[in-house]
């Protein structure tokens, strides 16, 4: 067995429906299993303490959540063309993992939403790259051949799905919904391959 974590923050919804087609093209991949969490607000005071299982949606992710998995799709709504705090700070709390080098030659992709059209995708994207380069990951992006890149007049580059999101957009486009079970299914084949090769 596979399995992908798709990891993500999502204020309003727009960023798990996302995670939620990812974890659709991971588990199109026979043998994969896509685990879908997400990670607590944060208080600009103090440390909030949350219940341990929210309200809505799946379940907080744990630091051991993240070291067990095979792969990774990791999603952030942009923030300033950057990614959200809430999911800076799970990350800022993986010093052990990479202590460990429990995530080097593991595949990870990232995925963002943002309100506006030239609102930070890319640089988003790219900044949720960064620890993973730093963990060791092997970045798996969206080729050029995938056409709903070409095709898109929403959200969609190279570095990993993004969706336009806000009142005209309340739901994925097409491409957009096209993009996500591609990288969910790359990342399913990346990381069964990975695996079989003891990267």
Known sequence: MTEILVLYYSRYGATARMADMIARGVESVEGAVAKVRTVPEVSPVCKAVED??????????????????DGLALGSPTHFGNMAAPLKYFIDQTSSIWFSGGLAGKPAG????TSSMHGGHETTLISMMMPLLHHGMVIVGIPSQETALLE???????????????????TLSEEEKRLCLCLGLRLAKAAAALKEAQI
């Open 52 to 69: 341990v299982i929210p309200e809505n949606g799946p379940p907080y992710a744990t630091v051991e959540d993240l070291a067990r998995c």
């Open 110 to 113: 990232v995925f963002t939403t």
């Open 152 to 170: 898109t007049r929403t959200g969609g580059t190279p570095y990993g799905p993004s969706h336009l999101s806000g009142e005209d957009n309340p």
